[in-house]
């Protein structure tokens, strides 16, 4: 259900202008929105930026459609400049208003389906090596519509737990299922998730080693089976392999475990058989949830687990293979989790566009730069 939202153009238009009035030629909205429309034409890097509006013969329109009151755009050192002191906070806010906005009204095909938000972190590999401060990044994903909901800066992988708090209190929680890895499986943050009344599917592997063990012994005790209270199972076939998925679930720990919120405990074991070489790997992962039985059983679980892959397959992977973001080398101030958001924003359009391919897409706007711009709200 499309329900008209209001356009990124007027989000952008918000942030406060950082820079002194003298001598300004260009509105900071109207070179973020530059931006935008450049890397959903294929643009990697601020250079390219620069050079996608140059030499075309409808630079007038565009340039008057994106807000510029001057008949050029910015200079490449304008646009370095601008997008390295840019207040990032402020911009990574409105980003995400706008995209709750749209997850709001974009509303699930069907009734009562769990809001899966998977939270991961990415290290932007180019500028860490160049020395950047803030080259790493801890995100919210939707699994449904595959925008980037909320994004927080922080100075190395090591301190992700200790940003998390700061990443929820920028999130709607309540309503939503919250997926992670084993690193963000912290007491601190399934406590916050079920203080702002959201849920959690957390795996459990050795950085817990109590729980981990409390669960594991549930699932391959001699009372095994008699704990084991539903199972789901799926069968996938693609890139060359044969995956089989079976997902057990229990709630028979509520009352030992001191988890916050625990309803459930599950145990997913992973096969994977190559086709060529008939070569068989198995995994076997513990997870514990706050999510009830009624709520959720052993297929939703399964498929709400799956989600968290979500943010690697839909949105890491595209940063890097597509957008370049791994090699990109920029360092100065704010420009890696500035150029970061923006490529962000740039998938998010193109999933609520509904574009199978994200290359596909880019093909179609640097053809059609007016739909680019249509998208944005220009």
């Given at each position: 259900m499309n329900i008209t939202v209001r356009p990124l153009k007027q989000y952008l238009a918000e942030i406060a202008e950082f820079r002194k009035a003298k001598g300004l030629r260009h509105l900071l909205a109207a070179i973020l929105c530059l931006c935008c429309v450049a890397l959903l034409s294929g643009a990697q890097n601020p250079n390219a930026i620069a050079e996608w509006w140059t030499n075309r013969q409808d630079l007038g329109p565009i340039l008057e459609r994106l807000g510029f009151e001057h008949p050029y755009g910015p200079s490449k050192s304008t646009l370095y400049r601008v997008l390295s002191l840019v207040p990032l906070e402020a911009l990574l806010s409105k980003v995400s208003q706008w995209a709750e906005e749209n997850l709001s009204h974009w509303l699930p095909a069907i009734t009562g389906q769990l809001e899966g938000i998977a939270l991961d972190g990415k290290t932007l590999c180019g500028s860490r090596r160049q020395g950047a401060a803030q080259a790493h990044l801890l995100s919210a994903f939707s699994h449904r519509l595959g925008l980037t909901l909320g994004q927080v800066a922080i100075d190395d992988k090591t301190n992700e737990i200790g940003a998390m708090p700061d990443l929820l209190l920028d999130l709607v929680v309540e309503g939503r299922v919250f997926t992670?890895?084993?690193?963000?499986?912290?007491?601190?943050?399934?406590?916050?998730?079920?203080?702002?009344?959201?849920?959690?599917?957390?795996?459990?592997?050795?950085?817990?080693?109590?729980?981990l063990a409390d669960i594991a012994l549930v699932f391959t005790g001699?009372?095994?089976?008699?704990?084991i209270e539903e199972r789901a199972a799926t069968?996938?076939?693609?890139?060359?392999?044969?995956?089989?998925?079976t997902l057990q679930t229990c709630s028979a720990l509520n009352d030992f475990l001191t988890w916050p919120g625990v309803q459930q405990v599950f145990r997913l074991d992973r096969k994977t058989t190559l086709l060529k070489t008939q070569h068989v790997r198995a995994e076997?992962?513990?997870?514990?949830?706050?999510?009830?039985?009624?709520?959720?059983?052993?297929?939703?679980?399964?498929?709400t687990v799956r989600g968290q892959w979500s943010i690697e397959n839909r949105s890491h992977w595209v940063r890097d293979v597509t957008f370049g973001e791994d090699r990109s080398q920029v360092r100065k101030g704010h420009l890696p989790p500035v150029l970061a958001t923006l490529r962000n924003v740039a998938i998010g359009l193109i999933r609520l566009r509904r574009f199978r391919f994200v290359p596909h897409a880019l093909d179609y706007f640097a053809?059609?730069?007016?739909?680019?711009?249509?998208?944005?709200?220009?």
């Open positions: 992670m890895d084993a690193l963000h499986t912290q007491r601190e943050t399934a406590q916050t998730i079920v203080d702002g009344k959201g849920d959690y599917v957390m795996i459990v592997k050795e950085n817990q080693p109590t729980l001699p009372d095994a089976p008699l704990f069968l996938g076939k693609a890139h060359g392999r044969i995956e089989v998925r076997t992962v513990y997870g514990v949830t706050s999510l009830s039985p009624r709520r959720a059983g052993a297929a939703i679980l399964l498929r053809s059609h730069p007016f739909e680019a711009l249509a998208a944005i709200g220009c």
